[in-house]
């Protein structure tokens, strides 16, 4: 089974996008806090399945800031943060729910656990992303969510 540092690390395209090995929490800090490269944007919507604009309203920041970074310079340090956290939210429904497609229609749609929110639009806090983790979690032990 592939630990959760892993699953994060290839939703976010693997060494290869990233630039170097991510073995650690403190490498991928480092790596939050100096900046993605820009390829990372790329790979996220890929493996989330979302578009730009979906993915800049998920992670709070504007589409324009987002297609400018994927074609030139490293992401600001928030903007790695909030990557970061939905390609944790992604890495963990893939591994809960078992199948791609089940977890991204799982992320996309309304969930009563969440008090009817979708799980993709609550990700843009971190009390967000803690609620749907939670809800995940409970999913994974056999609870209903």
Known sequence: MVNELQAVVAELGGETTLGRALRTTNDLQSAIR?????MVVGSVMNSSGLTLRQLSATLDLSPRSLQRRRHSGRLA?????RIYRLARIVALAKQYIGDEDTATRWLKRPNRALGGQVPLELIDTELGARAVENALGRIAYGGVS
């Open 34 to 38: 100096e900046g993605f490269p820009q």
């Open 77 to 81: 340090r928030y903007e790695s943060d």
